[in-house]
């Protein structure tokens, strides 16, 4: 039981350039979320999903798109990066019921 | 929206101290927790914690939904337990998301 899993770990990217980051779960939650993490603030929260095929915006969607094409992944993508997306990005996934919510180990994104 | 404050935004303890960390919240929630960010950056469930109170070995944390503030609880400070403590709270309304304060970074000097 991997719990939430984040794929690259780290990424350096150029302006303009584009990107996916992959979140995967393997304990059957339906909500699933994507934060980032500037220097010295709390999460927030970007995009999330509360089952296969649906996704929503949060706090700071703006530059990100999201798919939820299978319940235990859910994508993030960048189309066209920008140095104001240089941050700590953070996937977290939960049941349905109240519960609390489970974070994978982040992913490192510098955009040059 | 809902704000999320904790004091105090840092400390800086000898081992073996105990330390109070306070989180307050301006409405209602659905849930709280309770989070340890290691100095590596991952984020590490400490408490799930509605109301009431739980321990876990050397910490603790109370919640008092009715006055909308929780509090966490250190004793015998070691230097593992450096890093910053972030305390979210899940709303009543909409898909269960976060909200995160600021949080509170913990130094524990040997």
């Known amino acids: 039981n991997a719990g939430v899993t984040q794929t690259p770990k780290f990424r350096v990217l150029k302006t303009g350039q584009s990107m996916t980051l992959l979140c995967a779960q393997d304990?059957?939650?339906?909500?699933m979320y994507w934060y980032r993490q500037d220097p010295g603030m709390g999460l927030r929260l970007i995009h999330y999903?509360?089952?296969?095929?649906?996704?929503a915006k949060g706090e700071v969607p703006d530059g990100y798109n999201v798919s939820r094409l299978k319940k235990q992944n859910f994508l993030l993508g960048l189309e066209s990066a920008a140095p104001s997306q240089t941050s700590v990005y953070f996937c977290?996934?939960?049941?349905?019921?109240?519960?609390?919510?489970?974070f994978g180990p982040g992913t490192r994104l510098t955009v040059l | 929206g809902i704000q999320v404050e904790q004091s105090p935004p840092d400390l800086i303890l000898q081992e073996g101290a105990n330390s109070t960390l306070r989180c307050n919240f301006s409405?209602?929630?659905?849930?709280l927790q309770w989070f340890h960010q290691n100095p590596w950056g991952q984020l590490i469930n400490l408490f799930y914690?509605?109301?009431g109170t739980k321990q876990n070995g050397r910490l603790s944390a109370t919640t008092v939904a009715t006055e909308r503030y929780s509090l966490l609880y250190i004793s015998s400070s070691q230097t593992t337990d450096s890093g910053v403590y972030f305390c979210?709270?899940?709303?009543?309304?909409?898909?269960?998301?976060?909200?995160f304060g600021q949080g509170t970074r913990l130094t524990i000097n040997p």
């Open positions: 999903s509360v089952g296969e095929g649906t996704t």
């Open positions: 914690i509605p109301s």
């Open positions: 304990m059957n939650h339906e909500y």
């Open positions: 977290a996934s939960k049941r349905a019921s109240p519960q609390e919510q489970f």
């Open positions: 409405d209602s929630v659905n849930n």
């Open positions: 979210a709270v899940e709303m009543l309304q909409g898909a269960q998301k976060l909200v």
